[in-house]
């Protein structure tokens, strides 16, 4: 069973900039890692990237080993150990500069609990997506990035 | 402009004369109590206040009850001491007004919002606190429990602009999750003329302690949601603004600074309410 929280946000700034920064996992992962740890693992030779990225949730750290792959307007990866999960990171047009949508797919084992569990982690993984959504936001607004 | 005028039942004066540290000394162990087993407080980030008068920003929730309110009054209290430069909050008059309530929130250091009077309190030396969302943001909907809805409102910009203080913003979750709030009562605030008449600009259907279903916000009981408070890095509008700033970045950019760090703190959430 899997279970999906997709979340988005809108960001002032050129679509081209938003993905530019967006698709770039060095920038990215430890924005939405913020509130937990990650690590650079390595690059292969087709030029996807594995990092170690957790999240601390209470006293359980809920993530693992990802491997990443960008494209021009987007970003996905999938867990290669640890809790199975994917992520797809979309960046789309909008009147007022871009839109940049998360959506996070967490599998969890178990019937009647672990259906319990999947509710649990879909609203934590979606304050978590909102979380990195917001840093991701007032980075390219008003970080380094910014205008 | 409001025509409905309480008269006045209060013995504590309304001013920074009013706040009674004895008096507050006494209560805190008492509160500290409470909020630790009931709401399971915790607060971080006061290293980041300076020793100078500082404009607290923050935002609000929990309806008229404002449960983060008297957290932060607390936490303040006992990191600086009673003894410490004071804190004030503005406060709605519907909370300074309502009998012993009023009182009780006048000796703690809250005076009742108005136009001059933040000012006032700066030049005198003490740090304020003010939600510049007022009503609006303490009963903004459920949904929207970690999102900063300050309503447009830039007056503490020019405040704390013109005052020459650095603005500390402070954002709490959990306040929102003591009621629950199901709509957006800013239209029917305005068409039943609430805004002029009682200055209450929002009227959601809620549903609370005791009262059950209620249109707005009583003071209630509120559920013992777990609370969290974060005291973030101040904000110079002067160094960052200059002396003439385009007060609409500056809003943008505080309300940003802010709502990163408000969903943050709502990420730490494994369940609402419970914490």
Excluded at chain 1, 62 to 81: C, F, I, K, N, Y
Excluded at chain 2, 135 to 142: G, M, S
Excluded at chain 2, 262 to 267: E, R
Aim: hydrophobic content about 45%; proline content about 7%.
């Amino acid at each position: 069973m899997a279970t999906t929280a997709t979340e988005s946000i809108v960001v002032r700034r050129p679509v081209d900039v938003v993905a530019k920064v967006t698709t770039d996992p060095g920038v990215l992962l430890p924005l939405v890692a913020g509130l937990g740890r990650f690590a650079f693992i390595g690059r292969h030779e087709d030029g996807t990237e594995e990092w170690d990225m957790f999240l601390d949730i209470g006293a359980i750290h809920v993530g693992g080993r990802v491997l990443v792959v960008t494209a021009e307007r987007s970003l996905t990866w999938r867990s290669v150990r640890g809790t199975r999960h994917s992520m797809v990171v979309e960046v789309t047009d909008h009147p007022d500069g871009a839109v940049v949508t998360m959506a996070m797919t967490v599998q969890l084992g178990g019937l009647v609990l672990g259906r319990a569990a999947e509710l649990l982690a879909r609203g934590i993984a979606g304050r978590h997506l909102v979380a990195g959504l917001e840093q991701l936001r007032h980075h390219l607004e008003f970080g380094p990035a910014g205008p | 402009m409001a025509l409905v005028r309480l008269p006045s039942l209060h013995r504590v004066p309304d001013g920074i004369e009013g706040r009674d540290p004895e008096f507050i000394r006494r209560t805190l162990p008492r509160l500290w109590l409470a909020f630790e087993l009931y709401f399971r407080a915790e607060v971080d980030g006061f290293e980041h206040v300076p020793d100078e008068p500082v404009l607290f920003v923050g935002n609000h929730s929990g309806g008229a009850s404002v449960p983060d309110t008297w957290l932060f009054l607390l936490a303040y209290n006992t990191y600086f001491t009673v003894e410490g430069r004071p804190m004030i909050g503005l406060a709605h008059r519907i909370i300074t007004d309502t009998p012993l309530v009023g009182d009780l929130a006048r000796r703690f250091g809250m005076v009742k919002a108005g136009p001059h009077r933040a000012r006032e309190l700066l030049d005198q030396g003490a740090n304020v606190l003010v939600y510049p969302g007022g009503d609006v943001e303490a009963l903004r909907p459920t949904r929207d429990r970690n999102r900063i809805v300050f309503d447009g409102r830039k007056g503490f910009l020019k405040l704390a602009h013109d005052a020459g203080v650095k603005i500390v913003p402070v954002v709490a979750t959990g306040g929102q999750e003591t009621m629950l709030i199901f709509n957006d009562g800013r239209r029917t605030a305005k068409a039943l003329g609430f805004d002029k008449l009682l200055r209450v600009k929002s009227l959601p259907l809620t549903l609370s302690l005791p009262w059950g279903f209620l249109p707005g916000g009583l003071p209630n009981i509120p559920l013992p949601a777990k609370i969290r408070m974060q005291v973030l890095p101040p904000i110079d509008l002067r160094e960052r603004y200059g002396d003439d700033p385009d007060w609409d970045a500056a809003y943008d950019y505080v309300t940003s600074t802010m709502q990163v760090a408000l969903s943050s703190l709502g990420a730490r959430s494994i369940l609402p309410v419970l914490g």
